[in-house]
């Protein structure tokens, strides 16, 4: 099982990089409109700035879920999990917030939050056996 939410940690690690290029390099094109709704180009550069922002933070999670899935793939099981476990429970967490603050990004905080989830399930069972 800890192979299982290492695999799912990488896969939300990955979906996070995704979100990172749409929010802080891609923000305001077509893209990331499909992904984020329209906004006219004033909208655009007055949330430029928070989006670069909130970009880097999901990269930074990224960073850190997909090292500790590395590590405990390798072996490095303690150190591994509780970077895994700290990447995607940080993940989970902001998509819940999304989720419960927010009913119109409801869809878009499941998505966010699936991955992670499941990766936090699968490590923690994987943990106990």
Excluded: C, D
């Excluded at 992904?35 to 922002?53: D, I």
């Excluded at 999901?58 to 099981?77: E, H, R, Y």
Aim: charged letters at 5%; hydrophobic letters at 60%.
């Amino acid at each position: 099982m800890l192979t299982l939410g290492s695999i799912l940690a990488l896969a939300a690690a990955a979906l996070h990089v995704v979100i990172f290029r749409l929010e802080s390099l891609a923000w305001g094109g077509t893209q990331a409109q499909k992904v984020f709704g329209e906004q006219s180009p004033h909208e655009v550069a007055a949330t430029r700035e928070l989006a670069f922002n909130q970009g880097f933070y999901n990269l930074f999670l990224a960073v850190l879920a997909a090292l500790g899935a590395v590590l405990a793939l390798v072996g490095t099981t303690i150190v591994g999990a509780t970077l895994l476990l700290a990447g995607t429970g940080s993940m989970l967490a902001a998509a819940t917030v999304l989720l419960l603050s927010s009913p119109a990004h409801r869809a878009a905080a499941v998505k966010q939050g699936a991955l992670p989830l499941l990766a936090v399930l699968a490590t923690a069972i994987g943990l106990l056996l």
